[in-house]
């Protein structure tokens, strides 16, 4: 994908473990091709319509097994490009610090790649805010000029983050020794380390 093309957007969701030890912070994002949003969505629909009710978005903790090489096999097959920040550590009561470092490096990341549209799963309104927050001192860090937003949307409502999803619990997966899921993606996925600094 060519860095210079703008008005790509990006999907993302999250995934996390507290551990004084060894605690991490994911934050996945689905970089989507303008014209294959809607493709892309009827993908993850039919995933759902498999796997679980169809009033309830697709989750990874709730797969199975074969449910879960399902997703990541299609999510696989779909154009376009995943990335990863990957934050540690990540101590007890901490996780807030490091999405904000996974956050601010995933801006600058997606940047690059022409992505100038963050939509992310709504939280709290407060949280939400504090993602407003960190992107907005992000942006600070790009380019003069650049354009770049973060918009929160339902999960439920929105299938383009359930491909996040999925890769965000390949990662974890494979952080527990589980890569099965993780080595479909292949270079498809592109994975940036965050020293969290907690």
């Keep these: 994908m060519s860095p210079d093309a703008r008005n790509r957007t990006a999907w993302s969701d999250e995934s996390f473990q507290e551990e004084n030890s060894s605690g991490f912070y994911i934050i996945a994002a689905a970089v989507i091709e303008p014209g294959a949003e809607e493709g892309a969505r009827d993908t993850m629909r039919a995933l759902r319509c ?3 009710r169809a009033d309830r978005k697709l989750h990874w903790t709730e797969m199975d097994h074969r449910q879960r090489t399902d997703a990541a096999r299609a999510v696989a097959s779909l154009q376009g490009l995943h990335v990863v920040t990957f934050g540690a550590p990540v101590p007890v009561r901490r996780q807030e610090r490091a999405r904000a470092k996974c956050l601010a ?13 963050l939509y992310v799963e709504a939280r709290e309104p407060s949280l939400n805010e504090r993602d407003v927050r960190t992107v907005m ?21 929105e299938p383009l983050l359930w491909i996040a999803d999925v890769v965000a619990g390949a990662r974890r997966f494979a952080q527990f020794g589980r890569d099965e899921y993780w080595q479909r993606f292949g270079d498809s996925a592109v994975e940036v380390d965050v020293v969290t600094d907690c």
């Design 50 to 52: 498999r796997g679980g």
């Design 105 to 117: 490096e995933l801006v600058a990341g997606l940047h690059g790649l022409g992505v100038d549209r």
């Design 137 to 157: 001192a992000a942006r600070r860090t790009l380019p003069t000029g650049s354009a770049f937003r973060v918009e929160h949307v339902h999960g439920g409502n």
